[in-house]
């Protein structure tokens, strides 16, 4: 079998866990399997990194650790994100050679490849690049060599040959990337939990692992707020059919096998539940209601690139109207400085923003076929006094936006309400 490997910061977050990790490759290559791995940066290293650029453009600034696209400084410019780039793909290069070496030195074969040497072609979109292609032929050369191939993952080089970043987690991108382009049997994704469980284990003590879970409902939870997965790399899976197996690198217990849907899945109402806590809202009110209003504001937000999620438009009283919508808590400044002042429709509306809310989500198959799901997600809240501030709904998911003070206390309310739970 040929198996990919992938190593999340915590497991590689100490010399003695990469030591392990190493000891655990040469398990898997000993069963006859051809390896490749992809390692993150050590736990913390990105963030080291993104902080430290951060204060060097504006001292002062506290460095901040989120897990957004990038909380870059608002002055940047296009050569800024090139060097951070440049920057932070050195945190996954450091882990790739020294898991080289430790395998190396439990007397295994293994060589480190980072950057250009890769081979994973991407476009120019420096923090959140894109993969356009691989070219493996390295890869498969040191594996027909009998090495055990540890690649640096998040990043990639563009047809300039520039090293770019796939976005915060997109090292399991990475992982199903080089798993489709060598049409792996398996993408291991070995992270510090045992599996994708009906809720973030941390957050929610009574959160229950899923044995088997669908593509499609694990995009949905990766979308919405469950960092287990990067979205990226689901999408790649499905589209490409690799199999995705989330387990610990702590022990050998099998964790969440992620696969095409199965019949029996939609007997399950909701299957798991997300919590999303950088987002940020922004409201025009008295926005004139004539045609061409939003459009001009999401054609603002498209030119920026910012990602909108949420949408609500009001209806119309006296010839105006009220819009609001999210955006990723880490762009909510740039989207605002970019739309105050703007004329819409003849008029300069007002605006305000509140970043002190999050979204919550119920996913599950079953949603297609039960009735019934939205009005018990509602009055599960409303047994608690959580006021709902917007809505969402797709075909298996409903997303509710609540004040961040509610989150967690939502998050419980609605996975034990479901009956997702476990007793503690
Ligand atoms: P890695 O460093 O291995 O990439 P991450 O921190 O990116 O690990 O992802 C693993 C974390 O995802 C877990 O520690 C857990 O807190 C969080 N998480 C959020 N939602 C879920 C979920 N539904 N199931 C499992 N883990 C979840
Ligand atoms: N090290 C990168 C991050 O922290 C990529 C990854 O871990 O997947 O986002
Ligand atoms: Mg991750």
Redesign the pocket.
């Given at each position: 079998m040929l198996v990919v490997q992938k190593y999340?910061?915590?497991?590689v977050a100490t010399l003695e866990r990469i030591r392990h990790c190493a000891a655990r490759c040469l398990a898997t290559a000993a069963q006859g399997h051809r390896l490749v791995v992809v390692v993150?940066a050590m736990?913390g290293e990105t963030n080291r990194l993104i902080a430290l650029a951060n204060a060097l453009v504006q001292p002062g600034d506290a460095p901040q650790a989120s897990r957004g696209p990038y909380v870059a400084p608002a002055k940047r410019t296009p050569e800024h994100e090139r060097e951070l780039d440049q920057l932070v793909a050195t945190g996954e290069g450091q882990s790739a050679a020294l898991l080289a070496m430790a395998i190396q030195d439990a007397g295994g074969r293994a060589l480190s490849l980072v950057g250009a040497q890769l081979g994973l072609l991407t476009d120019r979109s420096h923090g959140r690049a894109r993969i356009l292609g691989i070219d493996a032929a390295r890869m498969q050369r040191e594996l027909d060599d009998g090495a055990i191939v540890v690649c640096a993952g998040f990043q990639g080089t563009d047809d300039r040959g520039d090293v770019t970043t796939l976005g915060r987690?997109g090292?399991?991108t990475s992982a199903v990337a080089l798993a489709a382009a060598l049409r792996a049997d398996v993408c291991e994704i070995l992270?510090?939990?045992d599996g994708?469980?009906?809720?973030?284990?941390?957050v929610v003590p009574t959160a229950r692992k899923i044995d088997r879970l669908s593509f499609e409902e694990m995009l949905e939870?990766a979308g919405q707020g469950?960092?287990?997965l990067q979205i990226r790399s689901v999408e790649l899976a499905m589209r490409h059919g690799v199999c995705l197996h989330v387990r610990t690198s702590f022990d050998d217990r099998p964790g969440t096998m992620i696969v095409p849907e199965e019949p029996q899945m939609e007997s399950v109402q909701v299957s798991?539940v997300?919590l999303e806590r950088n987002e940020g809202k922004i409201t025009l009110t008295g926005v004139p209601d004539v045609p061409g209003v939003v459009a001009t504001i999401f054609r603002i937000m498209a030119e920026l690139g910012i990602v909108v999620d949420m949408i609500i438009q009001n209806t119309g009283a006296g010839g105006r109207t009220d819009v609001t919508f999210t955006v990723p808590e880490a762009e909510l400044d740039r989207a605002a400085a970019a739309l105050a002042g703007q004329t819409m429709g003849g008029e300069v509306p007002s605006l305000s923003t509140d970043r002190e809310i999050c979204k919550i989500s119920i996913v599950g198959l079953g949603m297609r076929t039960h009735a019934g799901v939205a009005a018990k997600a509602f009055a599960l809240l409303a047994a608690e006094s959580i006021n709902v501030q917007m809505v969402s709904t797709s075909e298996i998911k409903i997303s509710v936006v609540v004040h961040e003070r509610y989150g967690e206390l939502a998050l419980r309310v609605l996975h034990d309400g479901f009956g997702l739970g476990v007793a503690p």
């Open positions: 999340g910061g915590s497991s993150s736990a987690g090292s399991d992270t510090d939990v994708v469980y009906t809720t973030d284990p941390r939870l469950a960092k287990v798991g997300a």
